[in-house]
């Protein structure tokens, strides 16, 4: 054996790039032989798998089954949650999508690679949900790691994905490190998507209406109203394949409305009814219900700031507003950065609290009317 290692260690490394050939007979698998023959040690890098015998080629698909080449995980898009539970916050569980390329220790993350990207999305929006965030929490556990992740299941009902992924998307993709993420996953059925909500504050200089003329997943009986800048984010109509900066949600209105249909329809998909859903909410995340009473949004969507929270800037804004008359925009500064920058933030009246049980309602009721479910729950979703 000492003798084979001393020998070993003077051969010639090849590196053969090719397809493989399943008859043996070309391609990787005789750059091999060919390779122990004349005596050199062979690595490879397999471009095809085909599948052919010494008659024919029968299929030779690269991209599809490249994706069972071995590549480092950080050349794919990963799931990722922080690692340390902590129930006595808003969250347990927060999940997300890492970028290609990044890293992370494993004392603060964990993370889980999927071959199909689909799946991968899939798994971290339904993570993100309430109803997963609450499974992680009564288990008890101090770490959100493999027995925990393991054990979550992944959303397998297409006639709720994609509108899951539509949201998710919006909610993940804010720079260009998750590009490619957006163009590989869209789909033309996000351009006929709608909030469920009809009674948004944003607005600002351009106003989008939802007519009866329009056709595609859209409820012609709703038929909301939108109002929003476009400069900061688009309409769902106005979606392309191609990621731009205003693709994502980036208004805090519209953040909150997408995960709380995210909520919603990972409900449905695993068959709870609205009352079980709200039952959820109201006893198993307090800290969440009291920032949820407290928080206004002003009419372009913005979240004030509150000393609920614990903001920053919210002790000036709360002094700003003493005086206001109800009718002019509100200004607040506060300092940052060691006090070496200061934050100037503009809000608009009027402001308004949110319902967050009321709108679980509307969504239940308005998805399953839109996805023809007949269920008695959702027909008594708004009373």
């Not at 309409?235 to 997408?258: G, H, K, N, V």
Request: charge should be negative.
């Amino acid at each position: 054996m000492k003798n084979l290692i001393a020998d070993s260690a003077c051969w010639p490394c090849v590196l053969s790039v090719a397809g493989s050939d399943s008859g043996a007979g070309a391609g990787i698998q005789a750059d091999l032989k060919t390779c122990s023959a004349l005596g050199a040690y062979a690595v490879t890098a397999i471009t095809a798998i085909t599948a052919q015998n010494s008659d024919q080629v029968s299929q030779v698909e690269p991209e599809k089954n490249l994706i069972f080449v071995p590549k480092p995980l950080t050349a794919r898009y990963r799931y990722i949650n922080r690692k340390r539970a902590q129930p006595a916050n808003e969250r347990t569980l927060m999940p997300s999508i890492i970028s290609k390329g990044a890293t992370h220790v494993n004392a603060a993350s964990y993370t889980i690679c999927l071959l199909d990207e689909k799946k991968s999305l899939l798994f971290s929006a339904s993570a993100s949900s309430m109803l997963l965030d609450f499974f992680v929490k009564v288990t008890g556990r101090g770490d959100i790691i493999g027995g925990v992740v393991d054990s979550l299941p992944i959303m397998t009902d297409d006639s709720f994905s994609d509108q899951v992924i539509a949201r998710y998307l919006r909610l993940i993709c804010l720079t260009t490190d998750y590009k490619d993420l957006y163009d590989e996953n869209f789909d033309l059925s996000f351009e006929y998507d709608f909030f469920t909500n009809a009674l948004s504050p944003v607005s600002d200089s351009v106003t989008q209406q939802y007519t009866s003329e329009n056709v595609g997943v859209r409820d012609k009986a709703a038929n909301p109203t939108y109002t929003l800048n476009t400069d900061i984010e688009l309409p769902w109509d106005q979606l392309s394949a191609q990621w731009t900066w205003s693709s994502a949600l980036r208004i805090d209105w519209t953040r909150r409305q997408a995960q709380l249909e995210i909520d919603v329809l990972v409900a449905m998909s695993l068959k709870l009814t609205i009352d079980e859903l709200i039952q959820v909410y109201s006893v198993q995340f307090p800290v969440m219900k009291i920032y949820e009473e407290t928080d206004q949004y002003d009419i372009k969507g913005r979240r004030l700031p509150n000393t609920t929270r614990k903001d920053a800037g919210a002790k000036e804004l709360r002094e700003a507003l003493k005086n206001h008359d109800g009718v002019s925009p509100v200004t607040a500064d506060w300092l940052i950065d060691n006090g070496n920058q200061t934050v100037t933030k503009k809000f608009y009246p009027p402001f308004n609290h949110v319902d967050r049980i009321a709108d679980y309602k509307t969504a239940y009721r308005v998805f399953s009317e839109r996805l023809g479910l007949n269920n008695k729950e959702a027909g008594n979703a708004a009373s």
